[in-house]
């Protein structure tokens, strides 16, 4: 069992920029450069921020899928620290996991409270970001008292066996109903060969989730989830977060930072390697939707990266100040969340209210949302400010 009796260490400007960051991407979808975009076919500029701005349709990455898995690492990269800070408070292992359960339950209820807002009855799924974080984080709790071999034999473990699992799920046959799936036999993003069970609701996670999902009450019987997502990627989600934890004991127990970085760099680089190996080779395919094991080493090595960046320009080169804008965010991620959630259409509103109606207009049609989402990520972005500066951080 790790020592982790002594002083916790101070809090880590680089690793809240990074969490700022990533917050600050899921925040600025308010500004649906999607809209703009459709405003100005011809425009390459628009065409690119839209395609960031969005997820994937199946196989591949754009900026905007490395939001969940960033969050995610960072959840297991705060463990250390978190657990440091504990038995610095002389917590016995008991009540730290009394924490830790409690911790997961309310992120688990949490997620799914915020996606039942405007709902006619509760909407039980369990794909959203906190609720995969939830299902994920007693585990990584236990694996934060083992030791780096133990952690990284977990992660090869739970990345080949959740891949085993899809690859041993028989294929769509001759008779097979594809009504049940939302997507046609013919639909473009379909993988053939060995690939294809990892295909769009007809592989090993939509089959439990047909039974699974049904469990709860609803408006109607489950079929399928519209986007592919499914309630077991918490299973690689957690293998996303024990490469957080691996980095943030790293970060943590590190002497040299220019080694740290390196070593940072180095792993992101193999696990690019991995991941490409594995989807150009046809045995796994990289997917964020399903969140496949090559999905997890490919985000995984984004994530190893952007740590890397991040530490380097904050840390390194002490620029903390050029990215207080950031860490004003990232201090109160679950703050963010929230907000980010639930107060978008009141704040457009009452500025349409007390301002102008037709505030969003001032540089024309094409570009209402730009300002109309330039206006919400402002006062959200005072309100965290306001909290900072008060010292409120909200913690679960």
Same mark, same amino acid.
């Given at each position: 069992?790790?020592?982790?009796?002594?002083?916790?260490?101070?809090r880590?400007?680089s690793?809240?920029a990074y969490?700022?960051f990533v =917050?600050?991407?899921? =925040?600025?979808?308010?500004l649906?450069?999607?809209?703009v975009?459709?405003?100005?076919?011809?425009?390459t500029f628009w065409a690119?921020?839209?395609?960031?701005?969005?997820?994937v349709p199946?196989?591949?990455?754009s900026?905007?899928d490395?939001i969940?898995?960033s969050?995610?690492?960072l959840?297991?990269?705060?463990?250390?620290?978190?657990m440091?800070?504990?038995?610095?408070k002389?917590?016995?292992?008991s009540?730290?996991?009394?924490?830790?359960?409690?911790r997961?339950?309310?992120l688990i209820?949490?997620?799914?409270?915020?996606r039942s807002?405007?709902?006619?009855?509760t909407?039980f799924?369990f794909?959203?970001t906190?609720?995969?974080?939830?299902?994920g984080y007693?585990?990584l709790?236990?694996?934060?008292?083992?030791?780096?071999k133990?952690?990284?034999?977990?992660?090869?473990?739970?990345l080949?066996?959740?891949?085993?699992?899809?690859a041993l799920?028989p294929?769509p046959g001759?008779?097979?109903d594809?009504?049940?799936?939302?997507?046609t036999?013919?639909?473009?993003?379909?993988l053939k060969g060995?690939?294809?069970h990892w295909?769009?609701n007809?592989?090993f996670a939509?089959?439990?989730d047909?039974?699974?999902m049904?469990l709860f009450?609803r408006?109607?019987?489950?079929h399928f989830?519209g986007?592919?997502?499914s309630?077991?990627s918490?299973?690689?989600?957690?293998?996303? =977060?024990?490469?957080?934890?691996?980095a943030?004991?790293?970060l943590?127990?590190?002497?040299s930072p220019?080694?740290l970085?390196?070593?940072?760099?180095?792993?992101s680089?193999?696990l690019?390697?991995v991941?490409?190996?594995?989807?150009?080779?046809?045995?796994n395919?990289i997917?964020?939707r399903i969140?496949t094991?090559?999905?997890?080493l490919?985000?995984g090595?984004?994530c190893?990266l952007?740590?890397?960046t991040?530490?380097?320009?904050?840390d390194?080169l002490?620029k903390?100040?050029l990215?207080i804008p950031?860490?004003?965010?990232?201090?109160?991620?679950?703050a963010?969340?929230?907000?980010?959630?639930?107060i978008d259409?009141?704040i457009d509103?009452?500025?349409?209210?007390?301002?102008?109606p037709n505030?969003d207009?001032?540089?024309g049609?094409?570009?209402?949302?730009?300002v109309s989402?330039a206006?919400?990520l402002?006062?959200?972005?005072?309100?965290l400010?306001? =909290?900072y500066k008060k010292k409120?951080f909200?913690k679960?």
């Open positions: 069992m790790k020592d982790y009796t002594l002083p916790p260490p101070q880590v400007s690793v809240d969490r700022g =917050m600050f991407l899921m =925040m600025a979808e308010v649906r450069f999607g809209k975009a459709d405003a100005f076919p011809e425009s690119f921020l839209d395609f960031h701005q969005s997820h199946w196989i591949g990455c900026l905007h490395l969940q898995p969050f995610s690492f959840v297991g990269v705060a463990l250390p620290y978190s440091a800070s504990r038995a610095s002389q917590q016995s292992t009540v730290m996991w009394y924490h830790t359960i409690r997961s339950l309310i209820l949490l997620g799914i409270f915020l807002m405007h709902a006619n009855q909407n799924t794909e959203d906190l609720t995969q974080i939830g299902l007693p585990i709790f236990a694996l934060g008292f083992g030791s780096e133990i952690q990284w034999g977990a992660f090869v473990s739970i080949f066996l959740y891949g085993l699992a899809f799920y294929l001759p008779y097979f594809w009504s049940e799936t939302g997507i036999a013919d639909w473009e993003h379909n060995f690939a294809a295909n769009k007809t592989n939509w089959a439990f047909r039974w699974f049904n009450p408006e109607k019987a489950f989830n986007g592919g997502y309630t077991l918490f299973i690689t989600t957690l293998g996303t =977060m024990i490469l957080g934890l691996i943030g004991q790293w943590k127990s590190s002497s220019m080694l970085i390196k070593r940072l760099v180095v792993t680089a193999i690019f390697v991941a490409l190996v594995l989807h150009f080779a046809g045995v395919p997917v964020k969140w094991p090559a999905w997890t490919f985000s090595g984004w190893f952007l740590l890397a991040f530490y380097f320009l904050v390194v002490q903390k100040s990215f950031l860490i004003v965010i990232g201090t109160n991620s679950i963010a969340y929230i907000i980010a959630h639930t259409s009141f509103q009452s500025v349409r209210i007390n301002i102008s505030y207009l001032i540089l049609d094409p570009y209402r949302t730009l989402g206006t919400i402002l006062f959200e972005w005072l309100i400010q306001w =909290m409120i909200i679960i």
